[in-house]
């Protein structure tokens, strides 16, 4: 069964803090995205890349970095996590020649007080 | 500018009663079109996609979907709601000539009353 794997599922931080959060897939797919879902406004991508060491910004990567030194692992960097950051955090995969399905992870909902 | 519109934020339906979630597009060629379902606590799965050929796909879980380009629209549509189709229900478009754009729309959350 193909998979994208979130560790934290649940993470409180306080503000200031800096704050990872780690996505391992096994489909080895190319493509590895982070979004955020709020409620109202659907999911919004934050950065995504398409190869090892790759990455490009999304619509909303303020506040935000991204690491991929393995094909398998995509993770998102809150460098100074602030409340307003608050908020569930989707990690997907897609292989870059299916045009299009992604498959995500079960999340992670993170506080930041 | 492209865009998702799910018009209907929340849904109740009666189990056994017939669904349709509505979606409309802006978009400047005709895309990839895609619904998910996010069950609660859950990331979300793949239900269906168009991306060519017959305008009406079938899903998993007895969902369907029809393209109609004329309405920019790709509405979800099951005929008998069962109590476990309560979820939120996503509407995306990808981008045919890059693999890694899409937009959701806002979500629509069912819920199903015994």
């Known amino acids: 069964d193909v998979k994208v794997t979130q560790s934290s599922r649940y993470l409180v931080k306080r503000t200031g803090e800096k704050v990872f959060l780690e996505c391992v897939q096994d489909?080895?797919?190319?493509?590895m995205f982070w979004y955020r879902q709020d409620p109202g406004l659907g999911l919004r991508l934050i950065y995504f890349s398409y190869d090892v060491k790759m990455k490009e910004k999304g619509d909303i990567p303020e506040g935000y970095s991204v690491s991929r030194e393995k094909k398998e692992r995509f993770s998102l960097i809150l460098e100074s996590a602030s409340t307003n950051q608050t908020s569930m955090y989707l990690c997907?995969?897609?292989?870059?020649?299916?045009?299009?399905?992604?498959?995500f992870g079960e999340g992670s909902r993170l506080t930041v007080l | 500018a492209q865009s998702v519109t799910q018009p209907d934020i929340h849904i109740t339906v009666s189990e056994g009663a017939s669904l349709e979630l509505r979606c409309n597009y802006s978009?400047?060629?005709?895309?990839?079109l895609f619904w998910y379902v996010q069950s609660p606590g859950q990331g979300l799965q793949l239900l269906l996609k168009y991306f060519s050929g017959d305008t009406l796909v079938q899903g998993i879980k007895g969902f369907e979907a029809e393209f109609k380009r004329s309405q920019s629209s790709f509405n979800l549509r099951k005929p008998s709601v069962h109590w476990s189709d309560a979820a939120e229900y996503f509407c995306?478009?990808?981008?045919?000539?890059?693999?890694?754009?899409?937009?959701f729309g806002s979500g629509t959350k069912l819920n199903v009353k015994p």
């Open positions: 978009y400047g060629a005709t895309p990839y």
């Open positions: 995306a478009v990808g981008a045919r000539n890059n693999f890694n754009k899409f937009y």
């Open positions: 489909m080895d797919h190319e493509n």
């Open positions: 997907a995969s897609s292989d870059r020649g299916s045009a299009g399905e992604l498959f």
